[in-house]
């Protein structure tokens, strides 16, 4: 008696899975998009990464590019050259250059409640954090690390601030 062969199952057209989707997902991995607007631009995409890379001067694997000098049993370096390779478009780097060269702002704030939570707390007692862990203001019963953290945030994002709120405390006020 002969075994009975399985039919192998025909290719037929899946009703479950979204074609439209299933392309988009294949371009989007075949095409990743490049997030730097320089190298974005200056992109062929005709040539690999490497050599896309290397047109821009830029390199996609540092360890061959910088290779570790390695000491023979002999004490003498041995020294690899690698011929430079030839710079397209060395506007890229410039570009580059230029905006890693511009001064980061610092845009962070905080909410006027810890704000005022702050100035509430060095108005009535000082830098006594034990004490400001006890005020009947410390809603959320922060900790003295924790109010201590608040006011250094305080004092970081609203220097100017901070300088003038301490400064109107040592004025002393007239009614």
């Known amino acids: 008696m002969s075994k009975v062969r399985k039919k192998s199952k025909s290719n037929t057209f899946n009703y479950n899975q979204n074609r ?31 050599r896309n890379l290397q047109d821009m001067g830029l390199v996609s694997d540092p360890n061959r590019n910088l290779p570790i000098k390695k000491e023979s049993l002999l004490g003498l370096r041995k020294e690899r050259t690698a011929p430079a390779p030839v710079v397209i478009k060395p506007y890229v780097v410039n570009q580059l250059e ?23 707390m060095i108005r009535e007692h000082k830098d006594n954090y034990k004490a400001m862990a006890r005020d009947e203001k410390n809603y959320y019963q922060d900790t003295p690390k924790q109010i201590k953290r608040k006011i250094n945030e305080y004092k970081r994002c609203h220097s100017q601030h901070y300088d003038a709120f301490v400064a109107s405390l040592a004025t002393p006020m007239s009614h």
């Open 20 to 50: 439209k989707k299933l392309k988009k997902k294949f371009r989007k991995k075949a095409n990743p998009r490049i997030e730097n607007k320089q190298i974005r631009d200056a992109w062929d995409p005709s040539k690999s990464l490497t």
């Open 98 to 120: 230029e905006e890693a060269n511009l001064p980061v702002t610092d845009t962070k704030t905080l909410s006027s409640d810890l704000i005022m939570y702050a100035q509430h």
